[in-house]
């Protein structure tokens, strides 16, 4: 049996909260092999990651060379396949191997969401990545428009999609005490409020602020398909809009969230820095080189060191954390794109 704190010895795992252990924990699965079993062959694009419990397993290359893991080595602490596809071929070597394994789509939710969770700030104006106030409205809707295309994030919208935007929106009322979104859901809509106050707040008290008209909530739960990283209650009565997921990724996502394929960065218009949202174990076994290590859940608190005159290239290997950290960067005024990975 896998208990936590085995699980704490193998990367990422050892970055999560127990209740992402947890969740992680319920999504493994043991395997035995015995010696001269394939667990897996190279080239491929595997949909599981696999870690090294019990015994010894080698590992093939293309031009057959032969890297030898042991269970109690530095090199087991990472999944057997940290690259895809695969570059390695991974057979049993001892008479008895333990290995167990986690989706990989599964493992990508689970870290997006714990950094995710970690990353939302308690500074109002960093939540929403805009540095302006909105009086309440007094019936007038341009007011919330108004502040809303004032954001960065919205800057980046082609003109000609702004009105499709606006026509997507969908008008819901709240009462006062009323949960607008609760942290653990899953995540449907993108929100603005257009009139009355509410408080955003997490289970942990690490966050706990006031939000006003203008200002816009709910977009990371949609950009890594991870749930609610916080609460957002009424504190009065009020308007909101919102946008469902479908048209978020069509008019929000795809506008703002731009990529690149490696070969393409030296005919960048600016020069370009890159940037691995990993978390820093992570980094260490992984990362294209010359990329500096932010961590998602450090971003926020980051940005104000980054310069504005450099493309930030995020590397892709992240996956829906490469999403949320070049969405926050766009939304912060940042110009941010993804790196594409094979």
Known sequence: MITQELLKSFVPFNGLEDEYLQEALANIHVEEYTRGQMIFKRGRSLAKKYFLLEGQVDLINSAFYVSTVLDDSATAQSALNAESPSSNSAVAKSPSVRVFSIDVEVLDRIIAWSQSMLSTSID??????????????????SDWMAALLQAPLFS????????????????????????????GETGDY???????????????ESVDLLIQPGHFFGEEALLGDTPRNASVEMLTSGQLKRLNSEDFNALLKAP???????????????????????????????????AINIPLSRLRNSMSDLGRTSVYVVSGDAGSRADIAAHLLCQAGFDAMILKTA
Do not use: C, W
């Open 124 to 141: 109002e104006a960093m939540f929403n990545g805009s540095p302006f106030e909105v009086e309440e409205l007094d019936g007038q809707h």
């Open 256 to 290: 703002v969230v731009r990529y690149v394929e490696d070969h393409l960065l030296a005919k960048l218009e600016k020069p370009y820095k890159l940037l691995d949202v990993k978390m820093p174990m992570e980094y260490r076994f992984q990362h294209v080189p010359g």
């Open 190 to 204: 993108f929100y603005v409020l257009v009139a009355g106050s509410a408080r955003v707040f997490n289970r942990s």
């Open 156 to 183: 980046k919208i082609p003109l000609t999609q702004v009105q499709e935007l606006f026509a997507r929106f969908e008008n819901v009322r709240y009462s006062k005490g009323d949960l607008v979104v609760k942290e």
